[in-house]
């Protein structure tokens, strides 16, 4: 069975600093997506990373896909109040068919 | 627009009363799959779908049913819900099971059973 944990669950950070969220996975796999959501609302799409190595980059979030150690990494550069919300790493199990979540990094973004 | 439509946003209902939640998208996507949102437990997968006629259960299937007679629908049966349902649903479609272009999610269904 695919594990996903995701640290830390919660995080408070204050307006232009940096941290990253890590998302930590226990089988083999080279689909990894980040997707953010805002309370009561859907999922919305961050990030697709589908090789060892990925790296991808929109505006003041990037994220990586390391497969030989199992980890992504979500970072976040200067803060703003705008990126507050809740953000989940999931898998696609290596069938194609099963999604794995972590349990998401809920992100409040102080002055 | 290309989108997932899900239906109602919101219902209460009594325990044991039948009810089916309806999901569908305007994307000729051949994936779809159900969630639902617990607190503390993330989000838990509950049926899949890899085509027309083709479903198979996920980690939380028990107390519910799919039925996949068209392309584009993909309804969520609760024959007998129990308070033990009441959460927050998500349906998910992609273009193929293999995710390679992300997953489009619905805004969501939040249940209550009394």
């Known amino acids: 069975e695919l594990k996903v944990e995701q640290n830390p669950l919660f995080l408070s950070m204050q307006e232009g600093k940096n941290y990253t969220i890590y998302c930590n996975y226990s089988?083999?796999?080279?689909?990894l997506y980040w997707y953010r959501q805002d309370p009561g609302k859907s999922l919305e799409s961050l990030f697709v990373?589908?090789?060892?190595?990925a790296v991808k980059q929109e505006g003041r979030l990037m994220a990586s896909l390391d497969t030989k150690a199992r980890l992504s990494t979500l970072h976040i550069t200067a803060a703003v109040h705008d990126l507050s919300a809740t953000y989940f790493c999931?898998?696609?199990?290596?069938?194609?068919?099963?999604?794995?979540f972590g349990k998401g990094t809920s992100l409040l973004v102080t002055p | 627009e290309a989108q997932v439509t899900q239906n109602p946003r919101y219902l209460i209902t009594v325990t044991g009363k039948k009810l089916t939640v309806t999901c569908s998208q305007n994307?000729?996507?051949?994936?779809m799959s159900w969630y639902r949102q617990d607190p503390g437990l993330g989000l838990r997968q509950i049926y899949y779908?890899?085509?027309?006629?083709?479903?198979d259960k996920g980690d939380v299937p028990e107390g519910y049913k799919v039925s996949r007679k068209e392309k584009r629908n993909f309804p969520l049966i609760l024959e007998s819900p129990s308070p033990n349902q009441t959460s927050l649903y998500f349906c998910?479609?992609?273009?193929?099971?293999?995710?390679?272009?992300?997953?489009?999610f619905g805004s969501g269904t939040r249940l209550t059973v009394v």
């Open positions: 998910a479609s992609s273009l193929s099971s293999g995710g390679h272009y992300g997953y489009t």
């Open positions: 089988t083999t796999s080279d689909r």
């Open positions: 990373l589908l090789s060892n190595g």
């Open positions: 999931f898998l696609v199990s290596n069938s194609g068919y099963a999604l794995n």
């Open positions: 994307m000729n996507h051949e994936y």
């Open positions: 779908s890899m085509n027309v006629e083709v479903t």
